[in-house]
């Protein structure tokens, strides 16, 4: 899988509000919004739903998720993902409460499956910037 | 406090030929569909006093080109709910006494332009590799078969049956070209579990509608179809109870719009739901509640959405088999089964059209903005 076409993910945040996010990514960590009055998580940047607090703190996520729902995409719309098709993107469930996007990697696009449990790993783009991915759980 | 059930009506309606337009630019598709439904109204330009256009690009707006001096003249665009939002803005307008006679028109040139509709830009998921509102539709549909066990069998029949309606209805675009569920299963996978033939196609062409008061839409040249009922939900709220892909927010829609109408979902006769894609019609045939949760695709494959079927759906093809335009697709049939004027596919002594729409992420992607209109005789 090449991946030196891919942009660099930060190009598609709305602004710096998600910046922390790409900028963990980086460091590999995988980084969620926590609120600690109501014990909440969210991703990507929010207000806290509950107590409507702004400027939540990010936090590391322990990376372990579950299969929401997917999709396989064998239209490459966007010519840096021609190469990779048929390629998944995918809806997890994080173990903290929020849903986040992702691709499953480590697995074929077949083996995926809803409730399947699996774990963030994050991939270094050659063109700059990290994605966090998930693989299948090991343990 | 809702509007008073009929007290607006939907009068003139202009459909300009469907498909490919190359040779038209968009201004003249608006004229095109602004002559038509004046015509078919019996009203003159002046008799416009509110202009709403369903399009992103106001550059569009042209009222100069169209002859058009209204009190006000507003671009609103919320994707596929952008049809049903311009019939609630209007009502609101005239509720509010700034105006009494509004011109509706969407239009667009996707076909010509190559412009895909929905976009590329799908926000902060497209740094993993997601775009265009199939791949977002197909979340919906993957999650629908690991919940509820729809089958592609069941997708493939939404498409088939309203294939069906449209061999009969010479006004679609694909009359004269019937499919079987082979021909689903030989359609080329597009973002599964999603194929070709699940999916709406980018068409140009545009339409243009006129909302009037009940009083006056009676002593016009068109048989005036009143507006019963007007509802809007919001898919945002799923995303905080993680059951958005399960399906779309008519519940809200539903709750207001049926009691606006004084109805049940056993009183609609028709149902014109917006069909961007096939799942779509599964979800809303359970969230109107024509079906229990998770029976939407068993409810489609035992023929209930069909013209003896228990609810006839999507009557004129819908979008899969017939044209888009942000959701006036929907609203047009449901004005035409209301008419009358439904030819092959008219539903006998239909009294009661329920029509929807929805789109325009808002965050992240599914958060679509919903819309419905009961339509009544």
Known sequence: MTTTQKPDPKQFVADELDLPFWEGAARHKLLIQHCATCDRYYWPASICMQCGKQDLPWVEACGKAKVYTFTVIHRPWLQNWAADTPYNVTVVELDEGPLMFTNVVGCGNDEIELGMPVEVTFTDLDGGGTLPQFRPATG | ?377
């Not at chain 2, 999650?143 to 939404?158: A, I, K, S």
């Not at chain 2, 905080?240 to 829609?253: E, I, M």
């Open chain 2, 1 to 377: 406090m809702a509007i008073e059930s009929g007290k607006y009506a939907i009068v003139g309606l202009g459909i300009t030929k469907q498909g490919k337009l190359p040779d038209y630019t968009t201004r003249q598709v608006v004229a095109w569909a602004v002559k038509e439904a004046l015509d078919d109204a019996g009203l003159e330009r002046k008799d416009i006093d509110g202009y709403i256009y369903g399009h992103q690009d106001p550059s569009v707006v042209d009222l100069r080109y169209l002859g058009l001096t209204p009190k006000f003249s507003w671009y609103m665009q919320t994707g596929g709910a952008t049809a049903s939002a311009t019939v609630m803005a209007a009502c609101g307008a005239m509720e509010a006494g700034l105006a009494e006679t509004v011109l509706l028109v969407g239009a667009h040139r996707p076909w010509s332009t190559r412009a895909q509709i929905g976009g590329h830009g799908y926000g902060i998921a497209q740094a993993w590799g997601l775009v265009s509102p199939v791949a977002s539709h197909a979340f919906h549909a993957s999650r629908h078969m690991g919940v509820y066990g729809t089958t592609p069998d069941q997708l493939g029949t939404v498409a088939v049956v309203q294939r069906e309606h449209a061999c009969k209805r010479p006004d679609a675009i694909e009359y004269g070209n019937p499919i079987t569920l082979e021909d689903y299963y030989n359609s080329p996978m597009i973002c599964a579990p999603l194929r070709r033939l699940d999916c709406t196609r980018d068409t140009d062409g545009g339409v243009a509608m006129i909302v009037t008061t009940a009083e006056r839409a009676r002593n016009l040249k068109s048989k005036p179809v009143f507006i019963r009922g007007l509802g809007v939900g919001h898919n945002i709220r799923r995303w905080h109870d993680k059951s958005l892909y399960n399906g779309l927010d008519c519940a809200t829609a539903k709750e207001s719009a049926f009691r606006m109408a004084g109805i049940t979902t056993a009183d609609v006769d028709v149902f014109q739901c917006y069909d961007a894609f096939s799942i779509n019609v599964i979800m809303q045939l359970e969230g109107y509640g024509f079906c229990n949760e998770g029976e939407g695709g068993p409810f489609v494959m035992g023929g209930d959405t069909r013209l003896d079927g228990r609810i006839p759906t999507n009557t004129g093809g819908g979008q899969l088999s017939g044209w888009y335009v942000m959701g006036y697709t929907a609203l047009s049939e449901g004005l035409f089964q209301m008419r009358g004027q439904a030819g092959e596919t008219q539903v006998k002594d239909a009294e009661i059209a329920l029509v929807t729409g929805h789109g325009a992420n808002a965050g992240v992607q599914n958060t679509w903005a919903h819309g419905c209109v009961v339509l009544g005789k």
